[in-house]
């Protein structure tokens, strides 16, 4: 049985044990992309992407081999779906909800940048020819429109050290878990060995 802890359930309570924020943590949202947060987001080819709905909330991560999103304008990102394993889960989220915040991360830098605001999705031809790759196209386009951007304190990939660390060693693997929750039906070594082979040509 899950252990029974003391719950914060005010955000008088929650304040009432932390100092006031650092002003600078204040003063550097800005509510559009300015030319500095344009170039620091049109640099970064890995997200987060996060949602809610009324199933729940989702995270997922996002990549390209270039910018992962493309400036539209300095309110507007566009971010195409590649394929994927096609549970749609955020993509459900935002036909319902709509509510994103995309966490961007740079290998090399502590620096992170978030971005909160509202999306759509959309199935324009004229637009998702634009991003074409290799002879192929997104499925939909995920336009977003920013309510609020900003860099996000860097000592949580200062605690961890992760671009320095390798701690791969030892965890189990996709296709050890595969197999694990189907009963042996999916995954297991051959699957592991396969993958990459398998995914190359499905990147895109």
């Avoid at 394993?85 to 036909?95: H, K, T, W």
């Avoid at 660390?165 to 592991?192: F, K, S, W």
Wanted: charged share 25%; aromatic share 6%; hydrophobic share 35%.
């Amino acid at each position: 049985m899950a252990e029974t802890y003391a719950r914060i359930d005010t955000v008088t309570a929650l304040e009432s044990l932390y100092p006031d924020p650092v002003p600078s943590s204040l003063r550097k949202v800005a509510r559009r992309l300015t030319p500095l947060y344009r170039r620091w987001i049109e640099g970064a080819r890995f997200c987060v992407l996060s949602t809610v709905g009324p199933d729940g909330v989702h995270g997922s991560p996002r990549g390209d081999d270039g910018p992962v999103v493309r400036v539209a304008d300095e309110t507007t990102l566009l971010m195409p779906d590649w394929r994927g394993n096609n549970r749609l889960d955020c993509l459900r989220d935002i036909v319902r909800d709509g509510r994103v915040a995309l966490l961007f991360l740079v290998p090399g830098t502590n620096t992170t940048v978030r971005v909160n605001g509202r999306a759509v999705l959309t199935d324009e031809p004229a637009l998702l020819e634009t991003f074409e790759q290799r002879g192929k196209h997104p499925t939909t386009v995920i336009v977003v429109s920013v309510v609020e951007v900003y860099t996000q304190c860097a000592k949580a990939l200062m605690r961890s050290d992760l671009w320095n660390r390798n701690d791969a060693d030892g965890l189990p693997t996709v296709g050890e878990i595969l197999a694990d929750m189907t009963q042996g039906e999916h995954g297991g070594p051959d699957y592991d060995a396969g993958y990459a082979e398998y995914a190359r040509p499905r990147m895109w």
